[in-house]
Structure formats: C-alpha cells, structure tokens
C-alpha cells in the first residue's frame, strides 16, 4: 500500500455506502493505520445519490479529502458516471455489473462484480451487496486484514444481521480471489 490511499464508494441511498465506507475505514484503524473519512448523500437519502471517502496513511493525514481516487467502488449508474473522472492513471473500479455500465478506454482496471446476483443467489438478501463489494476490495488490495474488516462489522453491525454481513463479506472475497486469483 502506498503511504496515503483513497477509496471511494459511490451509489445510491439505501444500499449501505456509507456502512461500507465506515466499516473500511474502522478495519484500517484496528490495522494500526491513520484514517479519515466523510459521507454525504442527497436531501432524501433512500435512492439519492450517496458516497463514502476513506483516506489510509501510515501517517498523520494533513488533509482528509480525497484528491484523486486510488479506488472507486460504484454500486450506480450515478455514482460512476459523477467520480471516474476522479480516478487515477493506475487505479482501479470494481462496480456492480447489474447497474453500471462501465466507459472504456479509460487507462485503468475497470472490474464487474455480480455484488446483488450473488447476494441474492446466495444470500437470498440483496441488501447485502454492499458487502460483497467490500469483501471483494478487501481480497484483491489487501488494504485492510479480513480480521480487521471481520472485527469492524462486530463493533458496527447489530447482532442480529451480523451474521448475514460477515457472510456476505465471504462471498466477496470469494468472488475477489476468483476475479484477481
């Protein structure tokens, strides 16, 4: 990991962007790292637009806003369609193939993941997409430990969907292997 990483998740109000962006950014904490993070969403947060900003540094973070983005997770049209424009040369999209669809020759790795096909297919919930995302993210940067990530659902999540969540952040690593095994 280089000394300062930017994440952000983009989608729509009711998908769990800003979950995600918190639980990535509680896992970097528990790993020892420096972490900032914001969230804004729309006026009527159910299907308005969303997003989630985590930066991780090795050291003190001077400014807490995202420059340019190392890692872009889109779950919407919306969301990816406003931030790729922010995404570095070398950086790296994972979205949901479902909902986006994607630019190409844009100089960088674009990835789609069936995030809500799988959470529905086997998770029989597709309101864990997010996490599937997530696990995938985790899997393939290694920006955060799966232990650390595990711990941050424990310390966010309510007991009764804990559970469901760690599943789903499985199956995204799962899917992160297979994509980037």
């Known amino acids: 990991m ?3 990483t930017q ?21 970097g904490v528990v790993d020892g790292k420096h972490t900032s993070g914001s969230n804004s969403y ?5 299907g308005s637009g969303c997003k989630s900003e985590i930066v991780f540094s090795d050291h003190p973070i001077d400014f807490p806003h ?13 969301a990816y369609d406003l931030n790729i424009k922010d995404v570095k040369k070398d ?3 994972l979205y949901e193939r479902s909902l986006v669809a ?4 844009t100089g960088f790795k674009q990835v789609g993941l069936p995030c809500t096909e799988f959470a529905l297919k086997k998770l029989k919930n597709k309101q864990v997409a997010n996490l ?13 430990s799966a232990k650390s990530i595990r711990q941050a659902i424990a ?10 969540n760690l599943n789903a952040l499985q199956v995204g690593m799962a899917l992160g292997r297979q994509v980037y095994g």
């Open 102 to 105: 994607p630019k190409e020759d």
């Open 132 to 144: 599937i995302l997530l696990g995938a993210l985790v899997e393939i940067t290694k920006m955060v």
């Open 2 to 4: 280089s000394e300062i």
């Open 7 to 27: 994440v952000r998740i983009g989608g729509f109000g009711g998908q769990g962007v800003v979950l995600a962006g918190v639980l990535l950014g509680e896992a």
């Open 155 to 164: 310390l966010h999540v309510s007991e009764q969907f804990r559970s469901l």
């Open 91 to 93: 950086g790296l999209v």
């Open 66 to 78: 995202l420059t340019r983005v190392d890692f872009l997770l889109a779950m919407s049209q919306g």
């Open 42 to 46: 729309g006026a009527q947060a159910r």
